[in-house]
C-alpha cells in the first residue's frame, strides 16, 4: 500500500472500513471502546504527590506558566453523528462558524486592492487592505500569491479557489522564523477566524542547504494559530515549512515542568481535509490548548530539517506539551517517524484526554507512540500529566527503520509512561519479509499502566520477538490486559511477558499461521 503526498485524505474512512472489515457499527465501537476505557480508568489524586525537582530555567518558566489539570472541566464525550465520531463540543462550533458568517460586513476579492497571482509579485500590503480589520471575508482566486507574512484579526474568513489552484508563498528574503499565515495578536488573542480552500508554501528552498531549517518556539510554520478561540482550517494544504505545516499553540511555549502549562492557549480549533509534506517538523501539531477537532487529514513525507540529523521526530500528527482534550477522526500518514504521537517534552506536562477513531498508518517508523519524555525510567518521576488516552479503528502497516531517526526500532505501537489507555478494534499488518530485528510489533513499556489491548488483529511480524510485549522489571507496565487478540502468520510469540510480572492478564489470545476470513 502507498499514500502519496498527492493522496485524498477524504477517502480515509472508506479505506479505513475496507482494511478493517469489521461489521460492528460506529456507535457500537465507540460504546465498547468508552466501556474499556472505563474499566481501566483510574482517579490519579492517589499519586499526583510525586515531587520534580526543577532546574533554574524550568522555575524561571514555570513563573510564565500556569497549573495543569487532566481534569476536563465540561467533561465532553464522544458523539456519533451518522458513521463518524465527532467531540460532544462540535455543534456549539458550528454555530460559532454561523456567527462569523453572520459577521462579516465585507465580502472582497484580493485581487481588487492590487494582489497578482504571478508567482512573482510581492502581494503583502494587497493582502493586508483587505484584511483591513477584520468582520470580511477575503476571497483569493486561482494563481501563487506571494507575501512576506499575513497577520489575521478576528472575525476574518480567508479562502480560495482550491487547495492547487490557490497559493499563499512565502516571500524569497522572509526570514528564517517567519510564519506564514497566522493570527494578529499572539497575546491578547483572537476568535473567530476561518482558512479555507488553498495551499501554503513555506518556501524552504529560499534557505538553500541550511542545516536547520526553523528559528525555534512556534516560528517558522505555514499557519500557526496561538491563543486562538474558535478557529477553522479547511481543505488546506501546507508544504515545506521550516517547522510545522500546522501549529495550534500557545502564545509561546512553555518548559516550566511537569504539572505546568503555558497560558495563552488556543480552544475550540477544527481542522478538516487539510493535509501537508516537506515539514521539518511535524505536520499538525498541538501545544497547551485544549479542545482540538482534526479530522479527514493526510501527512507524509517530513524533510526532518529542524533536528540533528538522524535524529528527526517528526510525526504526521504530534499532540504535544499541555495539550488537553484532543480528538482525532479518520486521519492518515505515511513515511514520518511517528504516525501519531501524544507526548511531552520532559520539561512539560504531557497531552491528555485524546481520543482516536480511525487512523491509517503506513511505513511510519512508529505507527502510534504514545509517551512522557523524561518520566520512563526506575529513577524518573512518575508523570502527572500522562493520562486518558482512547482509541479505536488503528491501522498500522508495515512499519519500517528509518533514517530520520538513526536506531529507533520500528513499532506498530508503543506505549510508555501513559496510564489509563484503551486500544479497541485495532489492525497491525507487518510485511513477512521484512527483517524486524527480533523487535516486537507493539510494546508496553517503561512504566505505563492500566493499558487495554482488545479485539484486534496482528498479522506478518514473522521477523519479530513477539507480536505484543508488556516490559517487565522496576521500569515495566504495571496493570494491563489483552484480551481478543488473533495473531495470524505472524511472530513466534503472540505475547511476551517481561519477568516478575503479576499483573497482566492475558484473555483469549489465538495464534494462528494462516489468514483465514
Known sequence: MQLSKYHDPAKNKELLAAILNDSMSIGETTKETQELFRQIKQEEASEQNTICKKNWLERLWSLLAEDH???????????????????????????????????????????????????????????????????????????????????????????????GATVIKLHGHAPKRQRLLANQNFVKGNHHISVENLGLDWNVERLGDAANTSAGNNFSSCLTFANVTYGWVKQVAAVNPGLHCFDISSTIYNYGGDGRRARGGSRYVWLDRVNG?????DGITTHHSDYIFISNSHFCDPSGRSHKKGFSNSNGIEIDDGSRFVWLLNNSTARCFGGVEIKAHATSSAATGVFISGHLSVNDNRSFNFRHIGHHLAEDPQSLSAFNIAAQRLVSVAPVFTDMYAGSAPRA?????????????????????????????????????????????????KKSSADIYVAGGKQGADRVVI?????????????????????VVVENVKREKVYQT
Open 483 to 503: 484480551q481478543n487478540i488473533r495473531c495470524i502468520g505472524s511472530a513466534e510469540k503472540p505475547v511476551k511477558i517481561g519477568k516478575g510480572h503479576t499483573s
Open 413 to 461: 505501537l508503543v506505549v510508555s509512561g501513559f496510564k489509563n489507555v484503551a486500544i479497541n478494534r485495532f489492525l497491525f499488518i507487518g510485511d513477512p519479509d521484512y527483517d524486524y530485528q527480533g523487535n516486537p510489533a507493539a510494546a508496553i513499556q517503561y512504566k505505563a499502566a492500566r493499558v487495554s489491548l482488545a479485539n484486534g488483529r496482528v498479522a506478518g511480524f
Open 277 to 281: 509534506y516537506g515539514f521539518g517538523d
Open 69 to 163: 489539570s487532566i481534569e476536563d472541566p465540561h467533561h465532553y464525550s464522544e458523539r456519533v453523528e451518522g458513521d463518524d465520531v465527532v467531540p460532544e463540543w462540535k455543534p456549539g462550533l458550528d454555530k460559532q462558524y454561523e456567527e462569523l458568517e453572520t459577521a462579516m460586513v465585507r465580502r472582497v476579492n484580493v485581487v481588487d486592492f492590487g494582489a497578482v497571482g504571478d508567482g512573482a509579485t510581492d502581494c503583502t500590503a494587497a493582502f493586508q487592505k483587505a484584511l483591513g480589520n477584520g468582520q470580511v471575508d477575503v476571497f483569493v482566486p486561482a494563481g501563487v500569491y506571494v507575501v512576506r507574512k499575513l497577520e489575521l484579526p478576528s472575525w476574518t474568513r480567508i479562502a480560495g479557489a482550491g487547495k
